[in-house]
């Protein structure tokens, strides 16, 4: 089958502008996400990886070159239809849960929902499923302070998962955990991609961590500077960067 990407950068630059000096947090990012496939992007401390991740989910715009998600340009959308395309496409964990403390766990899940306009009856259904996918469904009614971090970011994956997205990204979603925690964070992010055929992209400081991936992205200095096929397999992982 041939690949098609469910999000894509082509020749992105982010320059940050600190004091009157700029600095390039990327120089030229190209790479196609393969539609259904689970990457993981590996690099040093400072080689761009947020920035990248940032971008990809349109969170923020580059300074030059282009971002394309679902097949739409993200700097040519309004900020109204970029939120919606953060609500409704993309699904972000990050390494630091942001849950918010005064509410439950299954309300947590349903804020996204709430946005959207959902019913309360019937969010609060979905959110008690997906709840159930992390393994938390029995934990629902517990604040995140009454949870252990392990726990906390699968609340995280349940949110992020809240409104059906195509594409999850997860900036470092294991980087406050321990071992048997991140394994299992892991473990519902490659079934998810498996059972659901959701796009995964997974920033992590672990090697290991690539033999849940169809793709490896090594970057550096705010490059790419390798693709490889991942401990599951990839086809053509030269597709990633040959735009
Ligand atoms: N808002 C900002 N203003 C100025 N410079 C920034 C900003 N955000 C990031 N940078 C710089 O851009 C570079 C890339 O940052 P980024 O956060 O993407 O790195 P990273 O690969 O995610 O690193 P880490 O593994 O530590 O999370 C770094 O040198 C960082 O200092
Ligand atoms: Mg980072």
Redesign the pocket.
Same mark, same amino acid.
């Given at each position: 089958m041939p690949l098609r990407a469910a999000a894509e950068a082509r020749n992105v630059w982010k320059i940050?502008r %600190?004091g009157n000096v700029d600095?390039p947090?990327l120089r030229g990012v190209s790479v196609r996400i393969p539609e259904s496939s689970f990457v993981v992007v590996l &690099?040093? =401390? !400072?080689? !761009?990886? =947020?920035?990248?991740m940032h971008l990809l989910g349109a969170l923020d715009t580059p300074t030059r070159g282009e971002v394309i998600v679902s097949n739409r340009k993200v700097s040519e959308m309004s900020e109204d239809e970029r939120a919606r395309l953060r609500r409704d496409t993309i699904g972000f964990v990050f390494q630091h849960f942001y849950l918010i403390n005064r509410l439950t766990a299954v309300e947590n899940v349903e804020l996204p929902m709430v946005a959207k306009g959902l019913p309360p009856r019937v969010r609060r259904a979905r959110a008690l499923e997906l709840l159930g996918l992390v393994g938390l469904r029995g934990k629902a009614l517990r604040k995140p302070t009454e949870l252990s971090g392990g726990e906390q970011q699968r609340v995280a994956v349940a949110r992020a998962l809240a409104n059906d997205p195509k594409i999850l990204l997860a900036?470092?979603p294991t980087g406050n955990l321990d071992t048997k925690n991140a394994e299992r964070v892991m473990n519902i992010l490659l079934k998810l991609n498996e059972d659901l055929g959701k796009t995964i992209v997974v %920033?992590t400081?672990n090697p290991e961590h690539v033999r849940y991936a169809n793709y490896v992205v090594h970057?550096r200095d &705010?490059k790419i500077v390798k693709v490889e096929e991942g401990g599951r397999g990839g086809e053509e992982p030269r597709w990633l960067i040959t735009l």
């Open positions: 940050y %600190v600095f947090a &690099g040093p =401390s !400072g080689s !761009g990886k =947020s920035t990248l900036d470092e %920033v400081h970057m &705010g």
